[in-house]
């Protein structure tokens, strides 16, 4: 073991070197996991560094983000990047972050919030049962604080379920948190217990013990379960200065020349990953065919998540990387439609949001399409995740029913309002509402080629069909609906209002007044061409959303003249008040962003339009 020793001791000193040389970092948290991950590497991991791409790879994730000290000095050790460049650790243009990212390719998901490593390492783990159907395993190095994250306790309780036992938690429990102890401290006896009671075989080991180490890997997955190696460590280790004391979190080493000499000096050791003895190519559902979206009729009444259930159904015939992923409520979304013809690449999270959209980014990083549906409103309870997953390049495509107060008598507890904002707000995001079914079936497959995080909103209610099966429906696009030389103004819905500002045109054309009528599906990217011709031919644009007013559609309009573009009159009408239970024509009449309220909008402004020129 004596080489594992002098292997451990380099990771520790190159831990303590990067994080002095940047001025920044967590090397006492880096330490304490240093034997744990030398005896990986040495002896377990099975990955070819040469080839990141390689299907029968291990997947590694560091869930404690902030030990990337730690990560960095193991891909040296391993020959993947050179010293010269380790000490460019956290330096402008490096590619060694704070906090790991795929910007290296043996990343496959960025770290940093903690509790996401372990949920997104069962998104892998699923991904090589159930999709690749290959060996390999996924190991995730997890900190004792952040087993206080509810997601943590989605993925132990949905891994056990699944009886994942190529899942390796490697648990360090140094004891010491950011501030202070850990709620449990150093008893791995209680973790133990509550992580078994999910169905996982638990081992728990003096973390500094190379031979416990040995047997506890070597051991993990055998019981036909996930395992959870609970490492007793000392935070600091190795370090008198820093060793088991408060205070020194997140911050360098005060003397790295004096802690170097006193784990023995710098070294330069290689490690041998052993590459992947399992080498076929990963499961693949049949070959892709043409899409064949399903067809509607102009003026059918159909709701476009009814729509979003049948593309998606027929995009997996079309693709077969596409899998649906539904938190309990495909039934709701009608995620079910997929499930029904694609079994083998459904999974149910059950409600558990947090791991649904963890999953869904481990499994993108094997190159798969996942969909994932919920409730709009159930989103922001994975809005962490999905705020990592554009930090780490990840492609996501997420559906969001039930959104708005036109759901109805189920109250605003179960109202996507502020979705819109919520995903325009998130990094290189597509965020688009189709108003109807044909326009919902198109948007579904342009999804399925878009980088970035996707977010399709949908609707519970039903509403006419206005565009043909044929027509074409790009992201960044728009729809003109109504339009002439004489318009007044102009009105810019989305989903449900789109047809309420139709239904208001109508009404103001039989008064003599012309409005143009604007379908803007994507409000990120905006058809910025469009909307600023509106501007300039009608000097006044009404903007109507079924979403709070901060962050929705208006603002993404609004935002079309802050680069300099002189604004026109610009009217923003959203729901404003906290709605309650009532029928959907009565929520968008109390809302003001039915029919009426855009009709009555246009004629105060026409009036007060009237009387400033006089």
């Known amino acids: 073991m004596s080489d594992l020793a002098e292997l451990a001791q380099q990771l520790r000193v190159d831990a ?12 006492t948290s880096s330490l304490s996991a ?4 030398a005896v990986l590497f040495a002896r377990h991991l099975r990955y070819d560094f040469d080839h990141p791409g390689e299907p029968g790879n291990d997947r590694l994730i560091f869930s404690k983000g902030h030990a990337s000290p730690l990560l960095y000095a193991l891909y040296k050790a391993a020959g993947a990047i050179s010293d010269d460049e380790l000490v460019t650790y956290r330096a402008l243009g490096s590619r060694l972050e704070g906090h790991p990212t795929p910007r290296l390719p043996w990343v496959d998901v960025a770290t940093g ?36 994250e509810g997601s943590n306790w989605e993925a132990f309780e949905h891994a056990g379920h699944e009886r994942l036992d190529k899942l390796v938690a490697i648990i360090d429990v140094n004891r010491l948190g950011q501030r202070g102890p850990t709620r449990l401290e150093w008893r791995t006896d209680e973790y133990a217990a ?15 013990d190379l031979s416990q180490i040995d047997e ?3 051991a993990a997955g055998s019981k036909g379960r996930p395992t959870a190696i609970l490492a007793r460590t000392i935070k600091g280790g190795g370090v008198e200065a820093v060793a088991d004391k408060e205070g020194k979190h997140g911050k360098p080493v005060s003397d790295a020349r004096a802690a170097i000499v006193e784990l023995g000096g710098a070294r330069n050791i290689g490690v041998r990953v052993a590459k992947p003895t399992y080498t076929a190519p990963p499961h693949r559902f049949g070959h892709a065919v043409p899409y064949e979206p399903p067809r509607y009729e102009k003026g059918d009444d159909v709701a476009t998540r009814d729509a979003f259930g049948a593309a998606l159904a027929a995009l997996g015939h079309a693709r077969p990387d596409v899998v649906g992923l539904d938190a309990e409520v495909a039934d709701s979304t009608r995620m079910q439609l997929f499930a029904d013809e694609h079994p083998d690449r459904f999974f149910q999270f059950y409600i558990a949001e947090q791991q649904m959209l963890a999953a869904a980014i481990g499994m993108q990083a094997r190159g798969w399409i996942p969909y994932a549906a919920t409730f709009a409103a159930f989103l922001t309870r994975g809005y ?6 554009a930090i780490g390049r990840a492609d996501l495509r997420l559906v969001g029913s039930h959104a708005g107060v036109a759901i109805g008598e189920d109250g605003p507890s179960q109202m996507g309002l502020e979705d819109i904002a919520a995903f325009r707000a998130v990094h290189s995001s597509t965020v688009l509402h189709p108003c109807d079914a044909n326009q919902t079936a198109a948007l579904v497959a342009e ?11 949908t609707c519970r209610g039903v509403n006419p069909v206005i565009y043909g099966p044929d027509e074409e429906f790009v992201i960044g696009g728009s729809r003109i609906l109504r339009s002439s030389s004489n318009d007044a103004v102009s009105l810019i819905g989305a989903g449900v209002t789109v047809h309420e500002a139709l239904r208001a045109a109508d009404d103001l054309e039989r008064e003599g007044v012309r409005a143009r009528v604007i379908d803007l599906y994507s409000l990120k990217p905006v058809d910025a061409f469009t909307v600023r011709a509106a501007a300039r031919e009608t000097g006044c644009l009404i903007t109507i959303e079924d979403h709070w007013p901060e962050g929705g559609l208006g603002d993404a309009v609004f935002d079309v003249f802050a680069g300099g573009t002189p604004p026109p009159a610009l009217i923003k009408l959203a729901v404003r008040d906290l709605p309650g239970s009532a029928e959907p024509e009565e929520q968008l009449s109390t809302a003001g962003i039915d029919s009426a309220a855009i009709a009555g909008t246009v004629r105060s402004y026409l009036a007060e339009r009237a009387v400033t020129r006089d």
């Not at 303590?16 to 090397?27: I, Q």
């Not at 509550?194 to 500094?208: C, L, Y």
């Not at 962490?384 to 997953?389: F, G, H």
Request: proline share 3%; with cysteine; glycine share 14%.
């Open 34 to 37: 240093a034997h744990l991950m």
């Open 194 to 208: 509550r992580i078994g009671a999910f169905g996982w075989d638990t081992i728990e080991i003096d973390g500094h």
């Open 384 to 389: 962490d995740i999905i705020r990592m997953a």
């Open 16 to 27: 303590v070197r990067c994080s002095e040389v940047a001025g920044s970092g967590h090397p």
């Open 113 to 148: 919030a903690l509790g996401l490593g372990l949920p997104m390492g069962v998104g892998l783990a699923l991904t090589g049962k159930m999709l690749d159907r290959l060996p390999y395993r996924t190991w995730v190095l997890c900190g004792d604080s952040e087993l206080a």
């Open 216 to 218: 506890a890997l070597r």
């Open 447 to 457: 999804m399925g080629d878009r980088s970035g995080i996707s977010y399709l909103r």
